[in-house]
Structure formats: structure tokens, C-alpha cells
């Protein structure tokens, strides 16, 4: 990872954590709102919705319980909590923001869950964890952020147990080899004001992924794209943004989360263009 992308990345979420916590609550992902996108929930609520959807998809259930997880790109963990609350578990979260990390923690001591539950600053590129370490890597919307797709799900790859599963949540761009083609001039420009704005160094379709989980080793690989099911998720969070708590909260965050917020309607273009996708990966080692 280069040290500037590490800088930028690192540097937009402890500025903007805060504000998203204020206003969006712990989960900073999307919301699920049904197959067909259809559902009227409440933001938070529809988070969760998500969380348990995947696991679901991933035939997770109350019989088939993992006992140590790791959560790449934690946030201010709220997967890490919830997951671990849920299953009784042990469970890690890694950020590259020290923000973040103090914020999890601290949320961990209030939970209750600071004896099963820890947080690091850590590169997901290169983890510093033990080969064969967890039955659960859960990534959630970070995999848009790693300037090395391989690398990254090689370390995803590399931490978990013979048999443990890998449940990968990412923004992908729409798939190049059907009719539509490959990506045109204006789609392309539309991806790189993405990139500028939420500091990501690119992103590739879905079935570029499962290619590369291959490549990795993964087997009995999963992927599908819950686009539909997800993408009224921005325009919840664009009439959110406009309120007064929302706007003093901007001010104080800084220039970048203002201009994250100004370009939420990048995300919200993009589903209804077809661009952006919401792809699924689920694998076992």
C-alpha cells in the first residue's frame, strides 16, 4: 500500500467516523432493503438486516457457530461487536485509523466485550497474524479501499483455518463482458471522482473476484451482487446529510467529509446507472 493512499485513507476516516457514528449510527456499510430493494426500514435496522442476510447466504446459523473472527476494515466495529455478541465468539478488528481503533475499543469496554473482542491498526496487505489463525473472515466494504486485490484476499486467504469460511462485501463496477461492453469514457470519469472522493485506488467486477479467489486457493466459491437490494441505501443517507445536526456535524469534521457528503450522489447515480454494483464473495479454505 502506498504511503500516500495509507495517509488519505487513513485520514478520511478519522475525520468522518465521528460524524457517521453522530448521525448513522455504529455500521458503516450499507443497509439491505430486500431482493428487490423494496423494503421500508429503518436505516439502522436495515444495516443489520444486511449483517444477518450474509451470514444466511453464507450458511451461517445458530448450529454452525465460528469461534474466532477477524473483521477487515472494522470500522468503529460494529460488525466486530455484533458478530461476536451473536456468537459468543472470540473476534479481531483491524483500520487503518487510529480513530477508529480508540472508538471500537472504547465501545467494547461498554459492551461488555473487551475480554473476547480487540481492535489493531493494522494493513489488511499485511496482517499481523499467524498463518491459520481464524474460522471467520468477515470484510465488509473495505475491499473497494486495497490498491492490491490479490494481495489482499491471499491475506485473507493466509489467516484462516483449513475448512474456515471468508464472507467479502465489496463496491465493484459493472461486469465488462456482456453486451454492455467495457467501460465507457463517461463511466470511467465517473469512477475516478469516486475514487477522489471516498480514497479508493480502484475498483473491478465481481466475477474478477471470484477469479482471483481461485487464484488464491479458495474453494466451493460463492459470489452473487445484491446491487438492487442495497442501492436505496445512498438516497436514505442523502436526506439524512441534509439535516441541521448533520450540517453543524460537516462543519466541524472538515473540507474532506464535507465533500463526501456533497458527493453522496455519486454512489446514488451510480446503482441507478447500473455502474456500481454491490458484489459478494463467499469462499472456504
Known sequence: MSNNLYQDIREFYDASSGLWEQIWG???HHGYYGKGGTYKLDRRQAQIELIEELLVWAGYDRHNVPQNIIDVGCGIGGSTLYL???FGSQATGITLSPVQVSRAQERAREA???ERVRFEVANALEMPFADHTFDLVWSLESGEHMPDKTKFLAECYRVLKPGGKMILATWCHRETNSLAGELTPD??????????VYCLPYVIALSEYRAIAQECGFKDIRADDWSMAVAPFWDVVIDSAIAPQAIVGLFRAGWQTIQGALSLNLMSRGYARGLIRFGLICATK
Open 26 to 28: 455504529e455500521h458503516m
Open 84 to 86: 461476536a455478541q451473536k
Open 112 to 114: 461488555g466485550l473487551d
Open 187 to 196: 463511466e470511467i470519469a465517473h469512477l475516478k471522482e469516486i475514487y477522489r
